[in-house]
T-cell receptor
Framework: QKEVEQNSGPLSVPEGAIASLNCTYS??????FFWYRQYSGKSPELIMS????GDKEDGRFTAQLNKASQYVSLLIRDSQPSDSATYLC????????????FGRGTSLIVHP | DVKVTQSSRYLVKRTGEKVFLECVQD?????MFWYRQDPGLGLRLIYF???????EKGDIPEGYSVSREKKERFSLILESASTNQTSMYLC??????????????FGPGTRLTVL
């Protein structure tokens, strides 16, 4: 059973701070990693994809992947109240699958 | 721009009714998915399809069926709705082409209430 684990939170950070969200996965051969943002009552929105070890930056978002330690993280710099949402980690494992396994999400609260 | 649409944002049905949820994508994606999302349980895969007229069961297919007659359209059917099927239903699609990284894109969701 492939597993993706996230701390449910809530993670509370002050406006302007760096929010750090973490995700671990069980399938060592996993190939593709995604972060989705989901506002309350809305559907998940893809914000970052990462496929190789290291960092990938997009605006205020940085995804970090460490396959040896089997974790992927999302950093949000200069956090804004509008970043308050649930962040879902999704992983596509080995074996040619195209179906992601989703974590249950971390709730982020950015307070003014 | 990538787009997945769902036929209804909110739906209220009675126990025993047959319910149709429709999903359309305009990205020429091969793969389409139906999930339900409930508080504390996360996203759970109901059915998926990797080609027209092809379907595969996900983790919780009981009480549901699907239809994919055209590449862009994937329908979820509740044969006889029950109160425990009250949930948020999410459709997603992804490209199945070789070398693609299979990013999933979601529709806006349908919040179904069964009374």
């Amino acid at each position: 059973q492939k597993e993706v684990e996230q701390n449910s939170g809530p993670l509370s950070v002050p406006e302007g701070a760096i929010a750090s969200l973490n995700c671990t996965y069980s399938d060592r051969g996993s190939q593709s990693f995604f972060w989705y943002r989901q506002y309350s009552g809305k559907s998940p929105e893809l914000i970052m994809s990462i496929y190789s070890n290291g960092d990938k930056e997009d605006g205020r978002f940085t995804a970090q992947l460490n396959k040896a330690s089997q974790y992927v993280s999302l950093l949000i710099r200069d956090s804004q109240p509008s970043d308050s949402a649930t962040y879902l980690c999704a992983v596509i494992g080995s074996g040619g699958s195209y179906i992601p396994t989703f974590g249950r999400g971390t709730s982020l609260i950015v307070h003014p | 721009d990538v787009k997945v649409t769902q036929s209804s944002r909110y739906l209220v049905k009675r126990t025993g009714e047959k319910v149709f949820l429709e999903c359309v994508q305009d990205m020429d994606h091969e793969n389409m998915f139906w999930y339900r999302q409930d508080p504390g349980l996360g996203l759970r895969l109901i059915y998926f399809s990797y080609d027209v007229k092809m379907k595969e069961k996900g983790d919780i297919p009981e009480g549901y069926s699907v239809s994919r007659e055209k590449k862009e359209r994937f329908s979820l059917i509740l044969e006889s709705a029950s109160t425990n099927q009250t949930s948020m239903y999410l459709c997603a699609s992804s490209s199945g082409r070789r070398g693609n990284y299979n990013e999933q894109f979601f529709g806006p969701g349908t919040r179904l209430t069964v009374l």
